[in-house]
């Protein structure tokens, strides 16, 4: 289960952008966990009302908490109970916190259930030169995110300028500019796939057949590229491939087959911003192995990338005893762990 950490200072729309990906979560069970803001308000979400130190949950599956960052890996822990049924944690830190804490937080979980989402952070483009004249900080938690989210781009003058600056003090990170918080679920997490509903309308049902349903196009903001290859992939040339990968490229997912390095398993690939994840998995019993990834980005190549992949095929017969030794860097447990982006 993806754990996301939404960041940004106070008023730059991170209640906004998470009300959004809850009343568009594609059916998405999300749960959300606000941090330290004490007795808070979100306006969105007005059947939850005021919300305190207690868990209110949600009619369409949502789960909201008040909590204290001391208490953020018991409501992790609680939060990924199976009986909920809940598919992505979305932690919405305070204005005034320290992002870089949170995303230890989540890294340092014993948890086996989740995974490192991705930092998220939110900055007003109508006001980011006094933001960032008043709170220096912004330059350094720029340059830990993983995606930007540009928003209140329709108030600002000069977006385009706002945009440029933005993209010269991230580090490799996507950057996209949005308007009331919209951006496209599938940017940070899947989707349950659509089914047919039967009885009383969703969320999802009725922001779709309301205004703001048709309001912006939310897939304009990023491209992405599917890749599937027959052939094992190399995985050195695998490695020097994610080891290089550009600016933008924020998601990474899917299952690469190894060949003769591995025969017995197949490899889940978990990648955000630069935070890298291999997970070994034995190969279904009749399922034809193939590798299969999904390139999720703001402003990539993508023509370029799938080349790049192209040249990751490998026919050779045999497998060199130490090709593997860069993936397994990246695969949990191994003693030379070095997949943390912080």
Sequence with gaps: MPVVVLAGFLGSGKTTLLNHLLHRSGGSRIGAVVNDFGAIEIDAMAVAGALGDSTVSLGNGCLCCAVDAGELDLY??????????????????????????????????????????????????????????????????????????????????????VLGLVRSLVDRAAVVPATYG???????????????????????????????????????????????????????????????????????????DFGPHDVHNRYAVHAVGRFLRFYPEPWPAGDERLSQLVLIGSGIDTAALDKQLDACRSEAPHADERGMWGVLRYVPGTEEDLGEPV
Excluded: W
């Design 76 to 161: 992790l822990e609680r939060l990924t109970e199976p009986s909920l049924g809940i598919d992505v944690i979305v932690i919405e830190a305070s204005g005034l916190a320290e992002p870089q804490e949170l995303v230890r937080m989540v890294l340092a979980s014993e948890d086996p259930r989740i995974v490192y989402g991705g930092l998220v952070e939110v900055v007003d483009a109508a006001e980011f030169d006094d933001t960032r004249a008043r709170h220096p900080e912004i330059d350094r938690h720029l340059a830990l995110a993983d995606l930007v989210v540009v928003n209140k781009a329709d108030r600002a003058t000069d977006g385009e300028r």
């Design 182 to 256: 919209r951006i496209d679920p599938e940017f940070l997490f899947d989707c349950r796939p659509s089914e047919e509903r039967v009885g009383q309308l969703s969320f999802d049902d009725l922001h779709e057949t309301g205004a703001e349903g048709h309001a912006g196009h939310l897939h304009s903001a990023y491209d992405s590229l599917s890749f599937v290859s027959r052939e094992p992939l190399d995985p050195r040339r695998l490695m020097e491939f994610l080891d290089s990968r550009p600016e933008g490229l924020y998601r990474i997912k899917g299952y690469v």
